[in-house]
C-alpha cells in the first residue's frame, strides 16, 4: 500500500477524492517550489539547527510568545525527540496576542525561509480549494484565510540512542523516544517539505505506513477542519514521526489555519451535521497550551460532535 500521488497541474476530482477519503494524505507533484529555492531554504534552516544551543536559545518561544526555538514540545502529553523554529504573522489580539516571529540574525535565511513561506501558503490554498470542489463545499476561503493564523515550523530531528523501533517494539511505543507522537493536525491543510530521509508514517486501516521522503515533492495531508468541513467524509489522517539513531533529519510543514474568530462547521447541506460549529480561536488556544505542558488531554474535534 502506497501514498497516492497528485499531479497538480492535472488534478482529477475523484482521484483527489479517493486520495482524500481513503489516505489524508498524498504526494504532490506539478507545483510551484522550485529546486533552487527548496535547496537554499533547505541549507539555510539546517545551518541554523547546527548552531550551538546557547545561540538558539537566543530566540527561544516562551509562554508569551509563541514564535521562535523550542525544544520540550509535547504531542500527547509526551515530549517529542525534535527541536523546532516557529515562524508566524504578529499576532496583537485573540489567543496568542503577543506573539512575534523571532529571527536568526541571518538575512539569507529570513530571505530564503520567507520565499518559501510565501510559494507553501499559495500551494496551501489552491490545494484546499480543490478539495472543497470534490464534495460541492460552499465555502468563502478569503472569509476563513484572509486573517489567517497559518505558521511555518522547521522541524528537526537528531540522531536519538534509543528510539521507538516497530520491528523490535512492537506496538509498544513507550520503549523508545518518537520524533512526534501520534496525531492529527488541528487546521485545514499541511504542506510539507522534507530532506531525504524517512521518517514520517500515516496510519492507514490500523497499519502504520511509510510516507515517501521525495525531495523534489510536497507531501500534503488534511486536517481537523477539513474533516469537520466534509462532515467526516474525509477524516483527518493519524501520523507520527520516527527517531532514529544513525542520522538527523529535517522537514518544513507549513499548516494553513484559519482566522481566530472563524467558526468551522459541516459544509454538507444533505446531511446531518455530525459537529456543532467551532471556534478556531478557542481551539488554537487549546492546542496550543498542550504544546508546553502535560494538562490532560488535548481538545480534540471530537469533543464537538453531535450524539
Not at 477519503?21 to 531554504?41: E, I, K, W, Y
Not at 525561509?113 to 464534495?135: C, G, K
Not at 468563502?140 to 522541524?155: E, I, V
Amino acid at each position: 500500500m502506497s501514498i497516492p500521488i497528485i499531479d497538480l497541474q492535472n488534478c482529477h476530482s475523484q482521484e483527489l477524492s479517493n486520495a482524500c477519503r481513503d489516505f489524508g494524505f498524498f504526494v504532490l507533484q506539478g507545483h510551484d517550489l522550485t529546486p533552487a529555492l527548496r535547496s537554499r531554504a533547505m541549507s539555510k534552516i539546517q545551518a541554523f539547527f547546527d548552531q550551538p544551543k546557547s545561540i538558539k536559545n537566543l530566540i527561544r518561544r516562551s509562554d508569551a510568545n509563541c514564535w521562535g526555538y523550542f525544544d520540550n514540545e509535547l504531542t500527547k502529553n509526551r515530549q517529542d525527540w525534535k527541536e523546532i523554529l516557529d515562524i508566524g504573522e504578529v499576532e496583537t489580539e485573540g489567543p496568542m496576542a503577543g506573539a512575534n516571529p523571532q529571527w536568526p540574525e541571518d538575512a539569507e535565511f529570513v530571505e530564503a525561509v520567507q520565499a518559501l513561506r510565501r510559494v507553501l501558503h499559495d500551494t496551501s490554498i489552491e490545494v484546499t480549494r480543490l478539495v472543497l470542489n470534490t464534495f460541492d463545499a460552499e465555502v468563502d476561503l478569503r472569509d476563513a484565510f484572509a486573517k489567517h493564523t497559518s505558521f511555518l515550523r522547521l522541524n528537526f530531528y537528531p540522531p536519538c540512542p534509543t528510539p521507538y523501533n516497530p520491528q523490535q517494539h512492537g506496538s509498544d511505543v513507550r520503549a523508545g523516544e518518537l520524533g512526534i507522537s501520534h496525531h492529527t493536525d488541528a487546521g485545514a491543510m499541511t504542506v510539507l517539505v522534507q530532506d531525504e530521509h524517512p521518517g514520517l508514517q500515516v496510519q492507514h486501516r490500523d497499519h502504520w505506513i511509510d510516507v515517501p521522503a521525495q525531495p523534489d515533492a510536497l507531501i500534503i495531508n488534511i486536517g481537523d477542519v477539513v474533516q469537520v468541513w466534509s462532515n467526516d467524509l474525509y477524516p483527518a489522517p493519524v501520523h507520527r514521526v520516527l527517531a532514529n539513531d544513525s542520522f538527523s533529519r529535517i522537514s518544513v510543514p507549513y499548516f494553513l489555519n484559519p482566522a481566530y474568530e472563524y467558526s468551522y462547521a459541516p459544509l454538507v447541506n444533505h446531511q446531518t451535521p455530525r459537529y456543532s460549529p467551532i471556534n478556531w480561536g478557542h481551539f488554537r488556544a487549546g492546542r496550543s497550551a498542550g504544546d508546553y505542558a502535560d494538562n490532560g488531554a488535548e481538545i480534540q474535534i471530537s469533543d464537538f460532535k453531535i450524539a
